[in-house]
């Protein structure tokens, strides 16, 4: 081990709150789908910042965008207008097939901002008891009181008890269990597609059930695309693949390509619900955010990424359908799931990074993968060639 890696490991047992499982590697320098850690070795990323990195790093374009902004205006704050803030909303909402946004730093403070417009649009009705809020059993949606209250799990609750009150909880995919909604429901919340445990894909019905309901008893259907959003699955958002709109949309991770940012946009009906003094986030939206964010959709365009997204989803999932001792592989575009039908899930992240692709296990059997959506066909292929090798 060289010096710098043994003092970073030191310094981190030390000095960081033990939050994070870490990888034994220390990562100095990235490129494209592969970083390199302080011993020199070299990994093909898998995990890319957890569905983050959306460009690999070191793209340089972004690079340069943010460099630039930088030097001129990184923060001021909400009290201005500032240039790149209202041109990146007007371009993400029509994108988004949204109206307004509301700019933060996190998938977790998106949904915040989410569920306090949801319960402002109802107190404006004047029933004082429309305050339930709809969630689904095995879903994330970040690591706040609200958002905790909001994931249905109970491990990620138990040591943080009272939670807020006022949530209920169903089964994901269960339209029986949508009797629960009615007129003193505020709001649903949901993802497309669960992805933090273990990538499980609504149904078209499911989704379409909801929407009704949500109709019938006035209620907003927020959907969380935190993790599924910005192109991850093949499409600019994972509802455009079912046909079926939300009221609320909340995005993070790979908005900023990396550069923390968060956003929940709402449609013409809760676009203006709040008024100054609402909500707030003293980073939210600030230049250098919202110029990286314009960076990042001005490159997806120019590299087509949605429908490499798109090919490299399916080629690598024909591929991992290979592996032995396989359960399932499902998702859409490159938000991935593996489930085997063995507890191998652990050796295959542990062993992998041995032998140069970081994947992420979730519980023992399942392997969760969001690669960049800039991956070529021979990463995939080395990636496919490692877990056949430590599954042999
Ligand atoms: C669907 C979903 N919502 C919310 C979050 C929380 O995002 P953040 O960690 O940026 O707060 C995540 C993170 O994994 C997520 O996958």
Same mark, same amino acid.
């Given at each position: ?137 095995? !879903?994330?949606? $970040?690591? +706040?009181?609200? @958002?905790? /209250? *909001? ?9 943080? #008890? ?118 707030? !986030?003293?980073? $939210?939206? +600030?230049?250098? @955010?919202? /110029? *990286? ?9 120019? #590299? ?89």
């Amino acid at each position: 081990m060289t010096d710098l890696t043994k003092e970073i490991m030191t310094l981190d047992e030390d000095y960081v709150m033990h939050t994070y499982g870490r990888f034994p590697i220390v990562i100095e320098r990235g490129e494209g789908c592969y970083c390199y850690d302080t011993e020199g070795n070299k990994y093909l990323d898998l995990i890319g910042g957890i569905a983050v990195n959306i460009l690999g790093y070191g793209d340089p374009v972004l690079g340069e965008a943010i460099g630039k902004q930088a030097k001129n205006i990184i923060h001021t704050s909400n009290l201005f207008y500032t240039i790149p803030q209202p041109r990146l909303a007007k371009r993400l909402t029509t994108l988004a097939g949204m109206r307004k946004a509301f700019f933060c730093n996190s998938g977790a403070e998106a949904n915040e901002a989410a569920l306090k417009l949801a319960r402002k649009a109802a107190k404006l009705t004047g029933r004082e008891t429309k305050t339930k809020i709809v969630s689904t059993y095995n !879903s994330f949606h $970040g690591r +706040t009181l609200g @958002a905790i /209250t *909001a994931t249905g799990q109970e491990k990620y609750q138990k040591s943080f #008890l009272p939670l807020i009150p006022g949530f209920d909880y169903i089964e994901y995919n269960n339209i029986e269990q949508l009797d629960i909604i009615d007129d003193d429901t505020c709001a649903v919340i949901v993802e497309p597609i669960q992805g933090e445990s273990g990538v499980h894909p609504a149904t078209g019905e499911f989704l379409l059930a909801l929407r009704e309901k949500c109709d019938k008893y006035n209620v907003a259907l927020i959907f969380d695309e935190v993790q599924t959003g910005m192109g991850r699955t093949g499409k600019l958002f994972a509802y455009m693949h079912f046909g079926v709109k939300p009221n609320i949309l909340t995005s993070a991770k790979m908005i900023g390509g990396g550069f923390p940012m968060g956003c929940c946009m709402a449609d013409e009906k809760y676009m203006d619900i709040f008024t100054p003094g609402d909500h707030a !986030s003293t980073f $939210g939206g +600030t230049p250098l @955010a919202c /110029t *990286a964010a314009m960076t990042v959709l001005d490159r997806m365009e120019e #590299l087509n990424l949605l429908e490499n997204c798109t090919k490299m989803g399916e080629y690598f999932m024909e591929k991992l359908k290979t592996l032995p001792h396989l359960k399932e592989v499902r998702g859409k575009g490159l938000l991935i799931g593996v489930e085997f039908d063995k507890p191998v899930a652990k050796t295959i992240s542990t062993e992998g990074f041995k032998h140069g692709v970081i994947m992420n296990s979730i519980g023992d059997s399942i392997i969760r993968l969001v690669p960049p959506l800039i991956i070529k066909k021979e990463d995939i292929d080395f990636a496919v060639d490692v877990i056949k090798k430590i599954m042999n």
